[in-house]
C-alpha cells in the first residue's frame, strides 16, 4: 500500500493494485478498478514512485526488509 493525501490534508492508505487510471485534470485523480475515483494532492509522478517503491519493497527478500526496517526504526526520532 502506498501512502496519500487527500486535498483536503487528511492523509490515507491505498492499495496500488487497486490502481486502474492516474490522471490530471489538472488536480490528479486516481481511478480504482471498482470504479471509485480519489482526487489527491500528489501528482502522477510521484504516485507512480511511490508504487514502484513500493513494489520493490515487496520483492525483497523477508529477511532484508525486516533488517532494513530495524534500522529505519531505530534512526527515526520522532
Not at 8 to 13: E, L, P
Not at 16 to 41: M, N, R, Y
Not at 45 to 50: C, N
Request: aromatic fraction near 6%; avoid cysteine.
Amino acid at each position: 500500500m502506498i501512502q496519500l493525501t487527500r486535498l483536503n490534508g487528511i492523509g490515507f492508505w491505498i492499495s496500488a493494485d487497486q490502481i486502474e487510471f492516474l490522471e490530471s485534470t489538472p488536480d490528479t485523480v486516481i481511478t480504482l478498478l471498482s470504479g471509485k475515483k480519489v482526487i489527491v494532492k500528489e501528482g502522477p509522478e510521484e504516485i507512480v514512485k511511490r508504487v514502484i517503491e513500493f513494489k520493490r519493497q515487496i520483492m525483497i527478500s523477508p529477511e532484508i526488509l525486516v533488517e532494513k526496517q530495524g534500522k529505519e526504526n531505530l534512526t527515526r526520532s520522532d
